[in-house]
C-alpha cells in the first residue's frame, strides 16, 4: 500500500522539476495546464519564474548552505527573490507537486492514502476530490496573497517535545508543528523568537532557524481567518474519495471538515501535526514523497528507522543529479519495497536469519538487501548473532563474515555454504554497511546525521557533545566566530560548532573520500556554514597516502602504525571496563572471544593519495582576518598542521586545541611552541586514554573568555 506524502513551503528551489518537464510529456502537460490557470492570479507565466533561463547538471552546485537551508542573510539571485515571494512560491510548489502525481499515477502509482506537510496538505485534498484544480489554484494563489501582504515573522526549529516547549512559549508565540517526539517548530513574531533561540542555546537545547519570510501556522495568521474563510465559501468543496490525514488533528479527515469552509481557516492557525500523521499509517504501507527535496522522507525513516519503506522522487537542492534519474532510482525501489514485502520469496534460511536479526535490532521486519549495520547493527550485537547463528544452524560464522556479508540474503547463502561443505565466496563490501546508501543515526541530543558505524559515532558524540572535549579549560565558541576544523570525520566537531552559537563560520578540512562524503552530506542537512577542504592540513603543498581504516576511521592516519593502534584500541577498551558500570562491562566482557579478530577486521585498511594544503595557504585564498578557534585531530600529523601556519597568521588565531601524541615528546614541544605564540596552555590526558600516548592540549590568548 503506497502513501503520497507532498511536502510544505521551505522544500523548494529554483528549477524544481526542470528534468521531469523536459522528458515527460504527462509532467509537462500537467505543469503547463496549472501555469494556464494561475496566469490570471499571478499576472505571469509560473514557468518563467520556476525555470531559470540557464541551468546545467553537468556541475554540482556550489555549497551555499546559508543560502539554500536559510541560515543568516542569503544572496540570492534574482530569480531565486521572484520564485521566494510567498505569492509565487506556494502556487510553484502545488503545480510540481500536482504533476508529479500525476506522472506517478500514469505509470500506474497511485496513492491509497495521502498526507501534505502544510501547502502539501491542498494537493491531497485536489487529489482526493476535495477542491477542482481551477479552484485548488484559486484558493492556493489568493491565499498566497493575503499571507504575502501579512507582516513577516521567523520561525524556529527546535529540538525539544511539545511539552517541554508549551511552557517557554508565552503570550506572542505559537507552536507552528510537531515533526517528531522531541522536534518541533515555534513561530511568532521575529524579536520573540529570537529572544527564545538564545534562551534555549544558552540552555543547551539545539535550535535552527528555518527558512521563511512568516509566521506560518501561528497567531500571527488570526487576521487572515475571515478572508480564508469566505474564499473557501465561494468554492464547490466535496467529501475526499481517496483518505488522508489533516494537519490539524493529525489523524484522517472526516468528510465535514473538509467540506467546511471554516476548516480551510483553521488549517491556517493549527500547528502542522505530522508525527501523529505519520503513526496512522503503521509500518506496513510505503511513504512516497511526491515533491521537491527530501524532508519529509527524512522524517518518516526517523520515526520509522532506516530501511522501512520511505521513498523520496526528487532531488535533494544541493544534489547534481538529473530529477529524471532520481524519479526512475524512486520508482525501481518503489517496486522493490513492493517485492520485499512478501516473506513467501524468503529461503527457509533467509526467514529463520532474519527472525534472529528481529530479536537483537530495534525493527519489526528486516528487508533481505539491507545490512545489519544499517538497521542499527553493531560490533557487539555482530558478536551475539555468531552465538545465535551456531546454535540454529550448527555452523560457525566468523566476524569478518559478518562484516563482508552484511545483509540477510549474503549471510544466508554463507551459511548455506557452510551446512553444505560448499567453499564460501564472499563478495566484500563497499562500507561497512555494505551498501551504497549510508545509514542515518539520531544522536542522543536528537540530531540525525549519515554515519559510517555505530559505535564509532557514539564515541565521538561523547567526547564532542557529551565532555565537550574540544570547550572546556577556557575555550569558548561565540556568536559570529570562525572555526577551522582540521580532522573532520563525518562532521559532528563541526556540527557542535554550528550548534554552539549562531552566525559561526566553519573551514573543515577532511582528506578521505569515504569521510569527505559523509561530512558534505552533514552539513547540508543541518545548514551548516561550512566551506569544506578535500585535503590534509600540512606544513606545504603536495600529495601524500593516507591509510583509511573504514571501521575505525577514527584512527586513519598520513603515518600509520598498525601496532600502536591496536595497543591504544585495547587500552581504551580496558578503561571503559575499568570506569564502566556492570552492564558495560558485561557487553565489553563479550567481546573477549572475539577481540583479536575484531581487531584484525577494524584495521583493514584502505590507501589513498590524498592532497596536501597549509593552513596559510587556505587562509589566503578564503581572505580569513581572524581564527576564533582552531580544532586539530590528525593521527600524529598535528606537528605539520602547526608548521603550516605562517607567522604572519598567528596573531589571527584567538584559541586552539588539538590532540597530540607524545611518543617523542611532541606534546613538551607544542607546548612551548604555542607559549611563544603568546598563549596560555595547558596539556592533560583524559582518563580514557590513560596508559597510551594520546594529551589534549588547550591554548588561550588573554582575551579569550
Known amino acids: 500500500m503506497t502513501v503520497f506524502m507532498f511536502p510544505g513551503l521551505g522544500d523548494h528551489y529554483l528549477d524544481m522539476g526542470r528534468d521531469l518537464y523536459r522528458d515527460h510529456p504527462v509532467f509537462r502537460t500537467e505543469l503547463d495546464r496549472c501555469a494556464e490557470l494561475l496566469e490570471p492570479e499571478l499576472g505571469l507565466d509560473l514557468r518563467s519564474v520556476l525555470f531559470s533561463e540557464e541551468a546545467s547538471r553537468d556541475e554540482a552546485p556550489e555549497l551555499d548552505l546559508r543560502r539554500m537551508l536559510g541560515r543568516g542573510e542569503p544572496e540570492e539571485s534574482e530569480q531565486e527573490r521572484r520564485l521566494n515571494r510567498t505569492e509565487v512560491a506556494q502556487p510553484a510548489l502545488f503545480a510540481v507537486e500536482y504533476a508529479l502525481a500525476k506522472l506517478w499515477a500514469s505509470w500506474g502509482v497511485e496513492p491509497e492514502a495521502m498526507i501534505g506537510y502544510s501547502l502539501g496538505e491542498y494537493v491531497a485534498a485536489c487529489l482526493a476530490g476535495v477542491l477542482s484544480l481551477e479552484d485548488s489554484l484559486t484558493l492556493v494563489a489568493r491565499r498566497a496573497k493575503l499571507i504575502e501582504a501579512a507582516p513577516t515573522g521567523r520561525m524556529l526549529a527546535v529540538m525539544l517535545s511539545e511539552e517541554k516547549l508549551g511552557g517557554l512559549l508565552g503570550e506572542r508565540l505559537s507552536l507552528s508543528a510537531v515533526n517528531g517526539p522531541e522536534f518541533c517548530v515555534v513561530a511568532g513574531p521575529a524579536e520573540d523568537v529570537e529572544a527564545l533561540q538564545e534562551r534555549l542555546r544558552g540552555e543547551g537545547v539545539v535550535v535552527r532557524p528555518v527558512r521563511s519570510t512568516h509566521a506560518f501556522h501561528s497567531a500571527m495568521m488570526r487576521p487572515l481567518v475571515e478572508q480564508v474563510t469566505a474564499l473557501a465559501e465561494g468554492l464547490t468543496l466535496s467529501a475526499p474519495r481517496i483518505p488522508y490525514v489533516s494537519n490539524v488533528t493529525g489523524t484522517w479527515i472526516t468528510d465535514a ?78 517496486n522493490g519495497e513492493k517485492a520485499g514485502n ?39 550485537l555482530a558478536t551475539r548473532l555468531l552465538l545465535r547463528v551456531t546454535r540454529a544452524f550448527g555452523v560457525e560464522l566468523t566476524l569478518r563474515q559478518v562484516y563482508e556479508t552484511p545483509t540477510v540474503a549474503k549471510m544466508a547463502a554463507v551459511i548455506d555454504a557452510l551446512r553444505s561443505g560448499e567453499e564460501v565466496s564472499t563478495e566484500a563490501a563497499t562500507s561497512e554497511t555494505g551498501s551504497a546508501e549510508r545509514p542515518r543515526f539520531q544522536l542522543p541530543n536528537g540530531l540525525w546525521i549519515t554515519h559510517q558505524n555505530e559505535s564509532e559515532t557514539k564515541h565521538f558524540y561523547e567526547d564532542i557533545f557529551d565532555h565537550r572535549t574540544y570547550a572546556k579549560h577556557g575555550i569558548t565558541i561565540e556568536d559570529g566566530a570562525t572555526v577551522v576544523d582540521v580532522g573532520g570525520n563525518i562532521g559532528l566537531f563541526t556540527l557542535f560548532a554550528h550548534y554552539e552559537a549562531k552566525d559561526v563560520k566553519v573551514y573543515t578540512f577532511e582528506p578521505a573520500p569515504p569521510m569527505f562524503e559523509l561530512l558534505g552530506r552533514n552539513v547540508a542537512d543541518h545548514g551548516v556554514n561550512a566551506t569544506l577542504i578535500h585535503a590534509g592540513a600540512s606544513d606545504a603543498e603536495g600529495t601524500a597516502e593516507f591509510t583509511f581504516y573504514p571501521r575505525s576511521s577514527g584512527m586513519s592516519s598520513f603515518h600509520p602504525d598498525e601496532a600502536e593502534e591496536k595497543h591504544n584500541l585495547r587500552t581504551i577498551i580496558a578503561n571503559q571496563r575499568e570506569a564502566g558500570e556492570a552492564e558495560a562491562v558485561e557487553e565489553i566482557d563479550q567481546l573477549a572471544a572475539y577481540a583479536e579478530e575484531l581487531m584484525d577486521v577494524r584495521f583493514e585498511a584502505i590507501p589513498f593519495t590524498a592532497t596536501l594544503r597549509p593552513l596559510s595557504a587556505v587562509i589566503r585564498e578564503q581572505g580569513i582576518e581572524r581564527i576564533d578557534l582552531i580544532k586539530i585531530d590528525v593521527q600524529k600529523s598535528e606537528q605539520q598542521v602547526i608548521d603550516g601556519i605562517a607567522d604572519e597568521d598567528w596573531p589571527k588565531i584567538r584559541q586552539m586545541v588539538l590532540e597530540a601524541h607524545d611518543g617523542d615528546g611532541r606534546v613538551a614541544r607544542l607546548t612551548e611552541l604555542l607559549a611563544g605564540h603568546g598563549f596560555s596552555v595547558l596539556a592533560e590526558q583524559d582518563e580514557l586514554y590513560r596508559g597510551t600516548d594520546i594529551f589534549n592540549i588547550y591554548a588561550t590568548r588573554g582575551e579569550a573568555k
Open 257 to 334: 471538515q473538509a467540506t467546511d469552509p471554516g476548516y480551510w481557516a483553521q488549517h491556517l492557525i493549527s500547528p502542522v501535526r505530522f508525527a501523529d500523521g505519520l503513526r496512522e499509517f503503521g509500518a506496513e504501507r510505503t511513504l512516497l514523497e511526491a515533491g521537491p527535496g527530501q524532508t519529509l522522507s527524512s522524517l518518516a525513516t526517523g520515526a520509522r528507522g532506516s530501511g522501512a519503506g520511505v521513498v523520496a522522487s526528487m532531488r535533494h537542492p544541493l544534489e547534481s543529479r538529473d530529477d529524471t534519474e532520481v524519479l526512475r532510482e524512486a520508482l525501481a525501489k518503489l
Open 342 to 380: 512478501n516473506d513467501a520469496e524468503l529461503t527457509g534460511t533467509e526467514r529463520t536469519l532474519a527472525e534472529l536479526w528481529v530479536k537483537l535490532l530495534p525493527v519489526d521486519e528486516i528487508p533481505v538487501d539491507v545490512s545489519f549495520f544499517e538497521v542499527g547493527g553493531n560490533s557487539l
